[in-house]
């Protein structure tokens, strides 16, 4: 009779989790396993891991997008312009909301427009559009810092808590599983598969690659938008700059949590599991007081251990 294998590979992620996690509570029995600190944690890393759950879409195409971090700084600025401008009513929370969004929408339109009908490579029309969303911010907010304190309908989408936990962290467990959904359970995630895993093939077998590609961009530059605006409620302030760094920071998770730049491999799970990681290691320096001179060098070992 023959044996079947397991494959350990797929347990590999849980348990450089847990073992983290152990690792963190034998370090800091005191104040790392508190559900406070755990909560702060997922506060810390929702929006990039509901950003990780769009992009996931672009990175399975074999794409990429360095319009991150300009286009979350945008959408933030809009939706708090918004709400400045309709002097901080109810329905200038839904407006300014609905109109990053939007926006969002329309960046992956755009990209994906650019992409597939011109043929330029991915990371040259993001490049190019980073630019213009930054600078479309910076003349919005005459590269100023505005803040938005009121109302409370606005600042509470990045604050609340439900049973403990701030509601960012819901809203990236609804994004992650509607993510997820989308790419294992539906025909069109089983397309965004093909078409990275290999493109000619998926348009001989009669995929819309051109399609699917537009709407993964779009999906990307959506959770994109929804971030830029749970950032704007978190810091209760939008500027130029709100993004800043948040580009590097989703594809290192997606990285770390198996994804393939190259196209065809990786999972919502993954890309959450990524940014969990990260956030547990930022976290853990901070409370062993790691200086801010080795954070670099300790991150980047973490990365090479995760990713090998």
């Given at each position: 009779m023959m044996k079947k294998k397991i494959n350990f590979s797929r347990f590999s992620k849980p348990i450089i989790l847990v073992a983290f996690i152990i690792i963190?509570?034998?370090?800091?029995?005191?104040?790392?396993?508190?559900?406070?600190?755990?909560?702060?944690?997922?506060?810390?890393?929702?929006?990039?891991?509901?950003?990780?759950?769009?992009?996931?879409?672009?990175?399975?195409?074999?794409?990429?997008?360095?319009?991150?971090?300009?286009?979350?700084?945008?959408?933030?600025?809009?939706?708090?312009?918004?709400?400045?401008?309709?002097?901080?009513?109810?329905?200038?929370?839904?407006?300014?909301?609905?109109l990053a969004m939007a926006i969002g929408c329309g960046a992956g339109l755009l990209h994906g427009?650019?992409?597939?009908?011109?043929?330029?490579?991915?990371f040259l029309v993001t490049f190019?559009?980073?630019?213009?969303?930054?600078g479309l911010s910076m003349l919005i907010t005459n590269n100023k810092i505005i803040g938005c304190t009121a109302p409370e309908s606005f600042t509470a989408i990045g604050s609340v808590k439900l049973l403990g936990f701030p509601l960012p962290i819901y809203l990236m467990i609804l994004i992650a599983v509607i993510g997820w959904y989308i790419?294992?359970?539906?025909?069109?995630?089983?397309?965004?598969?093909?078409?990275?895993?290999?493109?000619?093939?998926?348009e001989i077998s009669g995929i819309r690659v051109r399609k699917v590609s537009v709407v993964c961009y779009m999906l990307c530059s959506l959770t994109v938008a929804v971030g830029g605006i749970i950032l704007a409620s978190m810091t209760q302030q939008a500027a130029a700059a709100t993004g800043s760094g948040y580009t590097n920071d989703v594809i290192t998770a997606a990285v770390i949590g198996g994804v393939s730049l190259l196209?065809?491999?990786g999972t919502v799970p993954g890309a959450i599991f990524g940014a969990v990681l990260m956030g547990l290691l930022n976290n853990g320096?901070?409370?062993?007081?790691?200086?801010?001179?080795?954070?670099?060098?300790?991150?980047?070992?973490?990365?090479?251990?995760?990713?090998?």
């Open positions: 963190l509570t034998i370090l800091r029995p005191t104040t790392f396993p508190t559900v406070s600190n755990i909560a702060n944690v997922l506060w810390s890393v929702s929006v990039i891991g509901i950003m990780a759950c769009g992009a996931i879409f672009v990175f399975l195409l074999g794409g990429i997008d360095l319009s991150i971090a300009t286009l979350c700084g945008l959408s933030a600025v809009v939706c708090v312009t918004v709400i400045r401008a309709m002097n901080y009513s109810g329905g200038s929370v839904v407006l300014g909301i609905l427009f650019l992409i597939t009908t011109f043929q330029i490579p991915a190019a559009t980073s630019m213009v969303f930054q790419l294992r359970k539906t025909v069109f995630g089983r397309q965004v598969y093909a078409v990275g895993g290999n493109q000619t093939a998926a196209g065809g491999e320096m901070n409370l062993m007081s790691v200086p801010s001179t080795q954070t670099g060098l300790v991150k980047g070992l973490v990365i090479i251990i995760a990713v090998a």
